[in-house]
């Protein structure tokens, strides 16, 4: 997945939802990599979080698309 880096508000707000992160051009490769097995926790939770609140948009969406049809 490409990243524009002067994208609009509707793109920094999905950025910010699903976690995505602009990649620092002046940081090493080798910073990057990261040697452990360890379950980082907070990023499953934000990636849990995500889902459920995408989740909960698409349920409301068609909720209100039922009572606005009925």
């Keep these: ?3 524009s880096n002067n994208g609009g508000k509707v793109e920094q707000i999905v950025n910010t939802v699903m976690g995505v992160k602009t990649e ?3 940081e090493s490769l080798d910073i990057k990599i990261v040697p452990t097995k360890e379950l980082d926790l ?3 939770l934000i990636y849990k979080l995500g889902t459920i609140l995408q989740i909960g948009i698409i349920i ?3 909720w209100g698309m039922e009572k606005s049809v009925i």
Aim: overall charge neutral.
């Design 1 to 3: 997945m490409t990243q």
């Design 24 to 26: 620092d051009p002046n």
């Design 42 to 44: 907070k990023t499953l």
């Design 60 to 62: 409301l969406t068609f």
